[in-house]
Protein backbone atom coordinates (compact mmCIF):
# COMPACT_ATOMS: atom_id res chain seq x y z
CA UNK A 1 0.00 0.00 0.00
CA UNK A 2 3.00 1.93 0.49
CA UNK A 3 2.62 3.46 -3.40
CA UNK A 4 -0.39 4.28 -2.88
CA UNK A 5 -0.22 5.99 0.04
CA UNK A 6 2.47 7.88 -1.00
CA UNK A 7 0.27 8.60 -4.48
CA UNK A 8 -2.77 10.18 -2.58
CA UNK A 9 -0.45 12.46 -0.33
CA UNK A 10 1.20 14.16 -3.64
CA UNK A 11 -2.47 14.53 -5.36
CA UNK A 12 -3.33 16.38 -2.14
CA UNK A 13 -0.42 18.18 -2.53
CA UNK A 14 -1.00 19.61 -5.39
CA UNK A 15 -5.01 19.73 -5.11
CA UNK A 16 -4.64 22.02 -2.00
CA UNK A 17 -1.40 23.84 -2.38
CA UNK A 18 -0.08 22.57 0.82
CA UNK A 19 3.49 20.80 1.15
CA UNK A 20 3.32 17.69 3.75
CA UNK A 21 5.63 17.89 6.09
CA UNK A 22 4.79 14.43 8.50
CA UNK A 23 2.97 11.01 7.40
CA UNK A 24 2.89 7.78 9.08
CA UNK A 25 0.70 5.16 9.92
CA UNK A 26 -1.89 5.28 13.10
CA UNK A 27 -4.28 3.03 14.92
CA UNK A 28 -4.36 -0.70 15.14
CA UNK A 29 -1.30 -1.11 12.38
CA UNK A 30 0.84 1.05 14.03
CA UNK A 31 0.18 -0.34 17.06
CA UNK A 32 1.15 -3.62 15.62
CA UNK A 33 -1.85 -5.55 15.98
CA UNK A 34 -3.98 -5.13 12.83
CA UNK A 35 -6.58 -7.54 11.75
CA UNK A 36 -6.22 -8.91 7.80
CA UNK A 37 -8.55 -7.07 7.06
CA UNK A 38 -7.78 -3.25 9.32
CA UNK A 39 -8.22 -0.54 7.57
CA UNK A 40 -5.35 1.80 6.81
CA UNK A 41 -5.30 4.87 9.07
CA UNK A 42 -2.94 8.02 7.76
CA UNK A 43 -2.26 10.40 9.78
CA UNK A 44 -0.33 13.68 8.28
CA UNK A 45 0.55 17.57 9.14
CA UNK A 46 0.80 19.76 6.63
CA UNK A 47 1.73 23.27 5.74
CA UNK A 48 0.37 26.20 3.61
CA UNK A 49 1.78 29.01 2.23
CA UNK A 50 3.04 31.60 4.40
CA UNK A 51 0.09 33.97 3.15
CA UNK A 52 -2.72 31.70 4.07
CA UNK A 53 -1.43 32.25 7.60
CA UNK A 54 -1.98 36.05 7.20
CA UNK A 55 -6.10 36.04 6.99
CA UNK A 56 -7.86 37.44 9.06
CA UNK A 57 -10.46 34.99 9.92
CA UNK A 58 -9.04 31.38 9.89
CA UNK A 59 -9.83 28.71 7.14
CA UNK A 60 -10.76 25.43 7.58
CA UNK A 61 -7.24 23.44 9.09
CA UNK A 62 -8.19 19.65 8.84
CA UNK A 63 -8.01 17.57 5.65
CA UNK A 64 -10.14 14.22 5.30
CA UNK A 65 -10.33 11.91 2.90
CA UNK A 66 -11.93 8.59 2.63
CA UNK A 67 -10.02 6.61 -0.32
CA UNK A 68 -10.42 3.09 -2.14
CA UNK A 69 -8.73 0.13 -0.56
CA UNK A 70 -9.68 0.79 3.06
CA UNK A 71 -7.31 4.37 2.49
CA UNK A 72 -8.39 6.93 5.53
CA UNK A 73 -6.35 9.60 5.03
CA UNK A 74 -6.29 12.40 7.34
CA UNK A 75 -4.06 15.87 8.10
CA UNK A 76 -4.11 18.70 10.34
CA UNK A 77 -2.45 22.06 9.51
CA UNK A 78 1.07 22.84 11.06
CA UNK A 79 -0.56 25.55 13.16
CA UNK A 80 -3.41 23.27 14.33
CA UNK A 81 -0.46 20.54 15.04
CA UNK A 82 1.82 22.83 17.03
CA UNK A 83 -1.68 24.34 19.43
CA UNK A 84 -2.48 20.67 19.92
CA UNK A 85 1.24 20.12 20.57
CA UNK A 86 1.43 22.51 23.37
CA UNK A 87 -1.58 21.02 24.94
CA UNK A 88 -0.03 17.86 25.17
CA UNK A 89 -2.61 16.05 22.26
CA UNK A 90 -2.30 12.52 23.05
CA UNK A 91 -3.12 11.16 19.26
CA UNK A 92 -0.43 13.70 17.58
CA UNK A 93 2.39 12.24 20.52
CA UNK A 94 1.59 8.95 19.23
CA UNK A 95 1.55 9.88 15.06
CA UNK A 96 5.50 11.16 15.84
CA UNK A 97 5.91 7.92 17.60
CA UNK A 98 4.53 5.50 15.10
CA UNK A 99 6.78 2.60 13.82
CA UNK A 100 5.35 3.29 9.93
CA UNK A 101 6.52 6.74 8.75
CA UNK A 102 5.40 7.55 5.27
CA UNK A 103 6.84 10.94 4.92
CA UNK A 104 9.13 13.46 7.25
CA UNK A 105 10.68 16.50 6.88
CA UNK A 106 13.81 17.06 8.10
CA UNK A 107 13.05 19.56 10.95
CA UNK A 108 9.75 19.54 11.76
CA UNK A 109 9.11 15.70 13.18
CA UNK A 110 13.01 15.41 15.06
CA UNK A 111 12.12 18.87 16.70
CA UNK A 112 9.00 18.40 18.20
CA UNK A 113 10.51 14.47 19.26
CA UNK A 114 13.28 16.37 20.81
CA UNK A 115 10.40 19.06 22.42
CA UNK A 116 8.37 16.71 23.67
CA UNK A 117 9.28 15.81 26.91
CA UNK A 118 8.76 19.25 28.70
CA UNK A 119 5.13 18.91 27.32
CA UNK A 120 4.47 15.88 28.10
CA UNK A 121 1.92 15.87 31.11
CA UNK A 122 1.31 12.65 33.31
CA UNK A 123 -1.84 13.05 34.89
CA UNK A 124 -3.55 13.79 31.69
CA UNK A 125 -2.20 11.52 29.57
CA UNK A 126 -3.20 8.40 31.64
CA UNK A 127 -6.31 10.44 32.34
CA UNK A 128 -7.07 9.79 28.55
CA UNK A 129 -5.44 6.48 28.45
CA UNK A 130 -7.96 5.59 30.74
CA UNK A 131 -10.64 7.06 29.53
CA UNK A 132 -10.29 5.25 26.59
CA UNK A 133 -9.89 1.82 28.03
CA UNK A 134 -12.92 2.42 30.58
CA UNK A 135 -14.94 3.38 27.79
CA UNK A 136 -13.67 0.27 25.68
CA UNK A 137 -14.33 -2.37 28.66
CA UNK A 138 -18.03 -0.99 29.53
CA UNK A 139 -19.49 -0.61 25.53
CA UNK A 140 -17.92 -3.74 24.41
CA UNK A 141 -16.36 -6.46 26.77
CA UNK A 142 -19.28 -7.00 28.84
CA UNK A 143 -21.06 -9.45 27.01
CA UNK A 144 -19.90 -13.92 26.99
CA UNK A 145 -18.59 -13.02 23.68
CA UNK A 146 -16.27 -10.19 22.83
CA UNK A 147 -14.46 -9.21 20.01
CA UNK A 148 -10.51 -9.59 19.96
CA UNK A 149 -10.08 -6.16 18.32
CA UNK A 150 -11.86 -4.08 20.98
CA UNK A 151 -9.64 -6.32 23.59
CA UNK A 152 -6.52 -4.95 22.31
CA UNK A 153 -8.56 -1.58 22.65
CA UNK A 154 -8.72 -1.96 26.05
CA UNK A 155 -5.20 -3.85 26.74
CA UNK A 156 -2.74 -0.87 24.64
CA UNK A 157 -4.28 1.89 26.60
CA UNK A 158 -3.80 0.18 30.31
CA UNK A 159 -0.44 -0.48 29.07
CA UNK A 160 -0.08 2.98 28.54
CA UNK A 161 -1.15 3.89 31.94
CA UNK A 162 1.44 1.22 33.62
CA UNK A 163 3.96 2.95 31.14
CA UNK A 164 3.26 6.41 32.41
CA UNK A 165 3.03 5.40 36.29
CA UNK A 166 6.64 4.12 35.62
CA UNK A 167 8.60 6.14 33.69
CA UNK A 168 6.52 8.91 33.42
CA UNK A 169 6.92 10.15 29.60
CA UNK A 170 4.78 9.30 26.61
CA UNK A 171 4.05 5.76 25.89
CA UNK A 172 5.52 3.93 22.88
CA UNK A 173 2.93 4.05 19.97
CA UNK A 174 3.97 0.20 19.30
CA UNK A 175 2.02 -2.21 21.82
CA UNK A 176 5.15 -4.73 21.46
CA UNK A 177 7.27 -2.15 23.29
CA UNK A 178 4.75 -1.97 26.43
CA UNK A 179 4.94 -5.70 26.37
CA UNK A 180 8.50 -5.82 26.87
CA UNK A 181 8.54 -3.26 29.73
CA UNK A 182 10.13 -4.08 32.54
CA UNK A 183 7.33 -3.64 34.80
CA UNK A 184 5.11 -5.78 32.71
CA UNK A 185 4.97 -9.17 35.22
CA UNK A 186 6.31 -12.75 32.76
CA UNK A 187 2.40 -14.31 33.51
CA UNK A 188 1.06 -10.87 32.05
CA UNK A 189 3.25 -11.83 28.92
CA UNK A 190 2.39 -15.16 28.83
CA UNK A 191 -1.19 -14.00 28.54
CA UNK A 192 -0.72 -11.37 25.82
CA UNK A 193 1.49 -13.43 23.88
CA UNK A 194 -1.38 -15.88 23.36
CA UNK A 195 -3.91 -13.57 22.85
CA UNK A 196 -2.00 -11.39 20.17
CA UNK A 197 -1.21 -14.60 18.51
CA UNK A 198 -5.29 -15.28 17.95
CA UNK A 199 -5.93 -11.42 17.37
CA UNK A 200 -3.21 -11.68 14.09
CA UNK A 201 -5.43 -14.44 12.85
CA UNK A 202 -8.62 -13.20 13.49
CA UNK A 203 -11.41 -11.05 11.09
CA UNK A 204 -12.48 -7.84 12.54
CA UNK A 205 -15.54 -9.17 13.41
CA UNK A 206 -14.53 -12.41 15.29
CA UNK A 207 -15.70 -13.49 18.81
CA UNK A 208 -14.43 -15.27 21.65
CA UNK A 209 -15.80 -15.84 24.96
CA UNK A 210 -13.70 -13.58 27.34
CA UNK A 211 -11.74 -15.88 30.08
CA UNK A 212 -13.25 -14.85 33.76
CA UNK A 213 -9.57 -14.14 35.22
CA UNK A 214 -8.68 -11.87 32.06
CA UNK A 215 -12.11 -9.90 32.95
CA UNK A 216 -11.23 -9.79 36.91
CA UNK A 217 -7.72 -8.68 35.95
CA UNK A 218 -9.52 -5.66 33.29
CA UNK A 219 -11.31 -4.86 36.52
CA UNK A 220 -8.63 -4.31 38.71
CA UNK A 221 -6.83 -2.31 36.58
CA UNK A 222 -9.15 0.16 35.81
CA UNK A 223 -9.64 0.96 40.17
CA UNK A 224 -5.99 1.05 40.62
CA UNK A 225 -5.20 3.61 38.06
CA UNK A 226 -8.33 5.17 38.51
CA UNK A 227 -6.75 5.98 41.98
CA UNK A 228 -2.73 6.43 40.93
CA UNK A 229 -4.43 9.17 38.30
CA UNK A 230 -4.20 12.48 40.62
CA UNK A 231 -1.06 11.60 41.84
CA UNK A 232 0.73 11.79 38.68
CA UNK A 233 0.00 15.74 38.30
CA UNK A 234 2.62 18.42 38.26
CA UNK A 235 3.33 22.06 37.43
CA UNK A 236 4.16 23.36 34.50
CA UNK A 237 5.60 26.16 33.23
CA UNK A 238 7.24 26.01 29.44
CA UNK A 239 8.28 28.84 27.15
CA UNK A 240 6.52 27.84 23.78
CA UNK A 241 8.89 30.21 21.78
CA UNK A 242 10.70 27.79 20.40
CA UNK A 243 6.74 26.22 18.40
CA UNK A 244 6.91 29.68 17.34
CA UNK A 245 10.19 29.82 15.66
CA UNK A 246 9.63 26.16 14.10
CA UNK A 247 6.54 27.88 12.58
CA UNK A 248 8.63 30.16 11.30
CA UNK A 249 11.07 28.52 10.01
CA UNK A 250 8.85 26.18 8.38
CA UNK A 251 6.30 29.08 7.25
CA UNK A 252 9.04 32.30 6.67
Known sequence: MTPEILGALT????????QVLFAAESGSRAWGFASPDSDYDVRFVYRHPRDWYLRVFEARDVIERMLPND?????????KTLRLFARGNVALYEWL?????????????PRLRELLPRYFQ???ALHHYLGTARTTFGEHLGGDAVRLKKVFYFLRPILACRWIEHARTQPPTAFAELVAADWVEAHERETLAEL????LLASESDRERLDPALNQWMQAQLAYFTQIGPSLARSRDVDNSELDA???????
Open 246 to 252: LMVELCG
Open 71 to 79: LDVSGWDLR
Open 196 to 199: HRRK
Open 122 to 124: PAS
Open 11 to 18: ELEHERGI
Open 97 to 109: GSPIIYREAPVFA
